[in-house]
């Protein structure tokens, strides 16, 4: 199967691509699960600077595919990806690769708000220490107060900020989280699904959140809501069964489908 | 006449059987209305009729008139004929027999589960009696606080502080030796291992948590205490031929797959996502496991080495065989020691007299053993079952 | 561009990454001490069990004339003495009396039994002369097994000339291979070196030679004890003796049967494991009778009937107490309760049997239900749906499928219950028990209490007995963890 032509990469030029720098190059990339081939010769170019949404029906291979531009998927036994991922034209899944390095520049918010059992405090902390990367404590807790801003999650938890975060309503972990993943101080910044576990109002604050820090980053958001996409992104990708149907502009995609498959999946006939 | 007695009870249970069959049948062979329940039921009705009211009267008999008694299986026959001769007219069309019946297995089931429960009052009291008995003639203060333990002399001084600090020396050095290799070992296995290594490994771990404590004593006292002894000596120390550092040592190794294997639950019932959001951040695996996944599974490890620490005060063999008997007050894990365990066993081996204070002074340790145990797994059972449901 | 990777400072990565290297190998290290512990434990014990599997018998020409010994009252025939006095044939020049005394305590005691058993098997034999093999005492035995004797053979390489005066003889001529405390072999005598001054060899005899021939290179040769007479507990005379047995072939190496159809005896070479074999299975046959119709009724309930609420809760929470209770406090309830209280007889595999079902009860009633909780309520459900009452559904549909389970639970329990000692000795199971027991309520002992005895015995032969009888005891407790493995392996059911 690897041996198959390289399909071309499903972009059609589209105009905030030309805008940008590209951030995240994609070739051929595949994705097994033991037999399973959950990703099929997906090539895609993303660019910085904006939000590119992952959708399509469950199990078409956007969370597999968001998973391996950090490699999270070595997590996973029986797992094997081929193909190249280069993100600011380093391949990463080269040998010489440093994963613990390449995760630091590419954070990642998941599913379910995943806060350690430690304090509010701790939580943020946790990405900056490891890393080194405040010179002293005053330094880190200028950085955990700024992500914590970043993350427009501070005026609620000032006050508490040694208490577990576990204790956080899951809208409020779910932005500990993300302030978490800003704290490194990543370029890139994953999301899977961050608000499916959310109520609407808290999923609203999520995304607003994504709106103002967009400007920072090369965000990459896999959502079920086609209305999320909409509202947040500035690219859309359809995924179907493994293959990257179509990728462009977002009022584009809504608007004018190009592929079959899309306007059926926009139009609600499956999905 | 036990044999006997049992052999009619068995008599009873199956003519009741098929009595009750029969007429059940028959009433639905006679007419053409259904019966509420299968003939089936009512002969195990009228079986478990006959079973019971034997059971009952030769317990009866038993205790009052001994179990040698030639009234038992005659009495036992009598109600047992009855029983199932009274309940005979009870069979009819609607007669509800599969809900009397099930009625009767519920109550066997009950009592059955109230057997753990009888066990534990039987303790209780088996040991209480025989400790009330010995602090009649002794005093609590002198058990609790003197420093000499020597049953066996004249006049006899039964001090359990001695044999406190040996209990907790041997204790100590085993927890220290099982403590980190367990904890590793789990980590290892639930963290790294390949899942291939880890089937290999785990049956392992299982194997030496199956070898009998009389065995670990065995090796401990004729391969392990030698060879600490020749070691001492090469290093100029005196060591006793029955140190307290081969037993804990030992011990130790006995109580690492039980360790182990606890830890590995609880580390395995740390949520995945707790790890994802670990490797996301860029964090290595060793420090994933060190400042997420340990801190995480803290108070189950917590109740993991509690669990331990019981087994090690209680553990009897390996200490009978490997630790010594007399009673020094020391912390010296190079010289000979004695534990509650050892105490306990070697003054109830043989005949013993059962007003003496000898004899009683066991029962006391075994109490005082009892609560310290009971206080341990009971906390640590509490710790593990929050911790359950934390992440359930 | 691979710069743009550097996330700090790349000596602190590498520092982060030795860390990590090292942590992994602590756990590996762990685990491999764990492995080697358990290896070392299996072969140290099994060195030593080796020699107990195997006993030497010496090979003694027997007249079994009716006119010596009554054959027709096998019992009474004086046995020990034709066995003394083959033996003693073999050695005529022992004449003395406390050396006729030593040389037969090489033979054991129970050689004679072996000699009257296989004459009653053979009765034709009686009036001729046949060969039989008479088991050697312990010390004896040891002698040839390997690593126990320290006697080393030397060929004579030079010619000596020997002379005697009194009771003491002379080497002379080239003693240059000789030295104090060696024994020399020669003219059907054995000769040992009492002092070596100017190239004269004295000797005393231990066997007294038949001639004063001159010593030509092989016609003599040298045995050499390396440790001291009183530190072996086989003498130089004994040594000389049981060489020469050796020299003339008479000395059989055979499987040690008796070691499993023995009961025990005070003699190491003739006790065996029979009777603790024979009592582990009277004890775990009362443990399993009792202990898994109530264990698996417990679970039933607790799992499948038992509402939620206090009293439940009590229950729950005082098995999992139980299950974690030191077992010689059931030693202490067995002592209390069904010796002093019930009055039921000591040492007898019924109370044993009764102590043992109490103590893995918890056990079977954790891993009964368990395996009743691993049944998927869809099946009771279904059962239900078609007008089942609930204790059919349980019955007939969720207890069968849990069967495999509770089967896996209740071989670790019995497991557990073969290997336990502490509380068996508190209900005096420790008594020397030479017959096999042959019901409930005789005096028996167990595999491990057996154990425990004979680690106690001071004889270097129990030593090796113990080793032997543990690893009988875990080759048994191995197979049914084998079984159990199987079991969970065979009918392990995703659902």
């Not at chain 2, 299986?73 to 309940?87: C, D, E, H, N």
């Not at chain 3, 019992?75 to 406390?98: C, E, N, W």
């Not at chain 3, 049944?375 to 749906?385: D, H, N, Q, T």
């Amino acid at each position: 199967m690897d041996a198959s032509p390289q399909r071309p990469v499903a972009t059609t030029s589209p105009r905030i691509l030309a805008a940008r720098e590209t951030k995240i190059v994609a070739s051929d990339v595949n994705v097994y699960y033991g037999d399973k081939h959950a990703i099929k010769h997906l090539s895609i170019d993303i660019p910085d600077r904006a939000v590119s949404a992952f959708i399509g029906p469950s199990g078409c291979g956007k969370s597999t595919f968001l998973r391996s531009i950090n490699r999270m998927n070595d997590t996973i036994d029986g797992c094997r990806v081929t193909g190249e991922i280069l993100v600011d034209g380093k391949n990463i899944y080269d040998r010489d690769l440093d994963v613990v390095q390449l995760r630091a520049r590419v954070g990642m918010v998941f599913q379910k708000p995943n806060p350690f059992p430690k304090s509010i405090f701790e939580n943020v902390a946790y990405g900056p220490r490891i890393h080194g990367i405040a010179k002293s404590k005053t330094d880190l807790e200028e950085i955990v107060v700024n992500s914590l801003k970043k993350a427009s999650l501070f005026e609620e938890v000032k006050d508490r900020l040694a208490h577990p975060g576990t204790g956080l309503s899951g809208g409020q972990q779910q932005r500990l989280c993300i302030a978490r993943a800003i704290a490194v101080n990543p370029e890139i910044i994953l999301m899977d699904e961050p608000c499916s576990a959310l109520d609407p109002i808290a999923s609203a604050r999520i995304e607003e959140l994504i709106d103002e820090i967009r400007q920072n980053y090369c965000i990459i958001i896999v959502t079920h809501s086609m209305q999320q996409a909409a509202r947040v992104s500035q690219l859309t990708a359809f995924f179907h069964l493994g293959d990257l149907v179509e990728f462009g502009d977002t009022d584009d995609m809504f608007t004018t489908p190009k592929d079959k498959r899309t306007q059926d999946y926009i139009t609600g006939r499956f999905g | 006449m036990t044999a006997w007695t049992l052999l009619i009870i068995a008599a009873l249970t199956v003519t009741g059987f098929f009595i009750g069959r029969a007429r059940a049948q028959g009433l639905r062979n006679a007419g053409a209305a259904r019966l509420h329940s299968l003939p089936t039921y009512h002969g195990l009705l009228m079986a478990s009729m006959g079973f019971a009211a034997a059971c009952v009267t030769t317990l009866a008999v038993a205790y009052v008139a001994g179990p040698d008694s030639m009234i038992m299986p005659a009495a036992a026959a009598l109600l047992g004929t009855s029983a199932i001769a009274a309940s005979h007219p009870l069979i009819t069309r609607e007669f509800r027999a599969r809900n009397c019946f099930e009625y009767f297995v519920m109550l066997v089931l009950i009592a059955c589960s109230g057997v753990a429960i009888l066990t534990t009052i039987g303790i209780v009291f088996s040991v209480l009696f025989e400790t009330l008995a010995f602090f009649r003639e002794v005093s609590v203060i002198e058990f609790l606080f003197g420093t000499h333990w020597a049953p066996t002399s004249t006049p006899a001084s039964f001090g359990f502080i001695p044999l406190l600090a040996g209990t907790l020396l041997i204790t100590l050095i085993a927890i220290l030796v099982a403590g980190p290799l367990g904890l590793l070992s789990a980590i290892y296995m639930a963290e790294y291992s390949s899942r291939s290594l880890r089937g290999v490994l785990k049956p392992v771990l299982e194997i030496l948590a199956g070898v009998p404590t009389v065995v670990l004593g065995f090796f401990a006292a004729l391969t392990v205490a030698p060879l600490i002894r020749n070691s001492g000596e090469a290093f100029g120390l005196a060591v006793a031929s029955e140190s307290a550092l081969a037993a804990g040592l030992v011990m130790g190794m006995m109580i690492v797959p039980l360790i182990s294997s606890l830890a590995d639950d609880i580390i395995n019932a740390v949520p995945q996502s707790l790890r994802d959001g670990s490797y996301a951040m860029g964090a290595t695996k060793s420090e994933t496991i060190k400042r997420v996944v340990l801190p995480a599974a803290l108070p189950g490890i917590v109740s993991a080495f509690m669990l331990a620490i019981s087994r090690a005060i209680g553990e009897t063999m390996i200490v009978v065989m490997a630790a010594g008997l007399a009673a020094n007050l020391s912390f010296n894990p190079l010289k000979a020691v004695t534990t509650i365990t050892v105490q306990i066993a070697t003054l109830l081996v043989g005949d013993q007299e059962f007003d003496s204070a000898k004899t009683l002074s066991a029962f006391a340790l075994g109490f005082v053993l009892f609560c310290f145990t009971l206080v341990l797994n009971f906390v640590a059972l509490r710790i593990v079952q929050r911790y359950r449901e934390q992440y359930d | 561009m691979i710069d743009k990777f550097q996330k700090g400072d790349p000596a602190r990565l590498a520092k982060r990454y030795s860390s990590e290297r090292r942590f992994q190998a602590y756990g590996a290290a762990a685990l491999a001490i764990s492995v080697l512990f358990l290896a070392y434990l299996i072969i140290d014990i099994g060195i030593k069990a080796w020699p107990s599997f195997f006993e030497h018998r010496v090979v003694l020409q027997f007249n079994l004339d009716p006119g010596k010994i009554d054959f027709t009252n096998v019992q009474k025939g004086d046995f020990t003495g034709l066995i003394k006095d083959s033996l003693r044939a073999l050695f005529p020049t022992v004449t003395d009396r406390a050396d006729k005394k030593n040389l037969t305590a090489l033979l054991s005691v129970g050689a004679a039994d072996d000699l009257r058993d296989q004459i009653v098997a053979n009765p034709s034999s009686i009036g001729t002369t046949v060969n039989a093999g008479a088991l050697l005492s312990d010390d004896a035995d040891l002698y040839f097994k390997e690593g126990f004797s320290s006697t080393i053979k030397t060929a004579g390489k030079t010619n000596l000339q020997l002379a005697q005066t009194g009771e003491e003889y002379l080497f002379s001529g080239d003693t240059s291979q000789l030295a104090v405390g060696q024994i020399v072999r020669t003219n059907g005598g054995a000769l040992r070196i009492t002092s070596l001054e100017a190239g004269i060899a004295k000797a005393e005899a231990l066997m007294v030679p038949e001639n004063l021939n001159s010593l030509i290179p092989g016609s003599w040769d040298l045995l050499s004890l390396s440790e001291t007479e009183a530190e072996r507990s086989i003498d130089d005379r004994s040594t000389v003796w049981l060489e020469a047995l050796r020299d003339k072939g008479l000395i059989e190496k055979h499987f040690a049967w008796r070691f499993f159809t023995a009961g025990d005896s005070r003699e190491p070479e003739l006790a065996g494991l029979r009777g603790a074999i024979t009592g582990s299975l009277l004890t775990l046959i009362m443990t399993l009778s009792l202990s898994v119709p109530l264990g698996i009724a417990a679970a039933v309930y607790l799992e499948e009937f038992a509402p939620k609420n206090r009293w439940t809760e009590v229950i729950e929470v005082n098995i999992n107490n139980l299950a974690a209770v030191p077992s010689i406090i059931f030693g202490l309830l067995g002592l209390a309760v069904f010796l002093n209280f019930f009055g039921l007889p000591r040492s007898a595999p019924l109370v044993g049997g009764l102590v043992l079902a109490l103590l893995v009860l918890p056990t079977i009633i954790i891993a009964s239900r368990a395996a009743l909780n691993a049944v998927p309520p869809s099946i009771k459900e279904a059962a239900l749906g078609v007008g089942a009452s609930h204790q059919q559904a349980v019955f007939h549909h969720v207890l069968p499928l849990a069967v495999p389970g509770i089967l896996t639970g209740t071989i670790l329990g019995v497991a557990r219950a073969l290997g336990e000692t502490a509380p068996l000795l508190m209900i005096g199971m420790v008594a020397f028990i030479v017959d096999v027991p042959k019901g409930f309520t005789e005096a028996a002992t167990v595999l491990p209490v057996q154990i425990y005895l004979w680690s106690d015995l001071p004889e270097v032969a129990f030593q090796s007995r113990t080793a032997a009888a543990i690893i009988v005891l875990l080759v048994i407790l191995f197979c049914l963890n084998a079984v159990a493995i199987y079991l969970r392996k065979r009918f392990e059911r995703r659902w």
